[in-house]
T-cell receptor, first 113, second 110 residues
Framework: NAGVTQTPKFQVLKTGQSMTLQCAQD?????MSWYRQDPGMGLRLIHY???????DQGEVPNGYNVSRSTTEDFPLRLLSAAPSQTSVYFC????????????FGPGTRLTVL | EDQVTQSPEALRLQEGESSSLNCSYT??????LFWYRQDPGKGPEFLFT???AGEEKEKERLKATLTKKESFLHITAPKPEDSATYLC???????????FGAGTRLFVKA
């Protein structure tokens, strides 16, 4: 099993550009989440999904969009990138609940100029 | 407001020098207290889940304990390969949210 995979690993955007961060898992987990990690701060939840077709907002959802058309994939879209979105983004999946043991991907380091 | 606070921010140890990392939490309806290890440039990796006060779990040189307000990660006779950032997190029963602390960066020198 590959676990949770994320692409790309690094990305540089200009302010106003849009892009999609990809996340996929092969563990048949129903629950998936997107977090951002900034220096000196804990991981903060952006959006989460409790199954295909069902998503909800987390702690810091503004400027981000998600969809969940399949169990395996959970892409995160930046609608119009801003410098404040410079961060490391992690996708995670869990088997039973969003708040259970989570398996994280390797992360995407995003810089917005 | 739900909160998880970790201390110290950074800890430098000599190889073999045992110590503890602290995690203080206020999480309504705590479902579970999690410890993760994060190596530079990688995603967090699960270590332990603790569910009730008094519970303890061990893995190699690591032991996690839980009280009603705090959790400790005890590191016995650490080795350089234990150097990493250790994250503590509380699972919120009602809010579908896991609250993460900022982490403790551990450096173990040979």
């Amino acid at each position: 099993n590959a676990g949770v995979t994320q692409t790309p690993k690094f990305q540089v955007l200009k302010t106003g550009q849009s892009m999609t961060l990809q996340c996929a898992q092969d563990m048949n987990h129903e629950y998936m989440s997107w977090y951002r990690q900034d220096p000196g701060m804990g991981l903060r939840l952006i959006h989460y999904s409790v199954g295909a077709g069902i998503t909800d907002q987390g702690e810091v959802p503004n400027g981000y969009n998600v969809s969940r058309s399949t169990t395996e994939d959970f892409p995160l879209r930046l609608l119009s990138a801003a410098p404040s979105q410079t961060s490391v983004y992690f996708c995670a999946s869990s088997r039973d609940r969003v708040t259970d043991t989570q398996y994280f991907g390797p992360g995407t380091r995003l810089t917005v100029l | 407001e739900d909160q998880v606070t970790q201390s110290p921010e950074a800890l430098r140890l000599q190889e073999g020098e045992s110590s503890s990392l602290n995690c203080s939490y206020t999480v309504s309806g705590l479902r579970g207290l999690f410890w993760y290890r994060q190596d530079p440039g990688k995603g967090p990796e699960f270590l332990f889940t603790l569910y009730s006060a008094g519970e303890e779990k061990e893995k190699e040189r690591l032991k996690a304990t839980l009280t009603k307000k705090e959790s400790f990660l005890h590191i016995t006779a650490p080795k350089p390969e234990d150097s990493a950032t250790y994250l503590c997190a509380g699972g919120n029963t009602g809010g579908f949210k896991t609250i993460f602390g900022a982490g403790t960066r551990l450096f173990v020198k040979a």
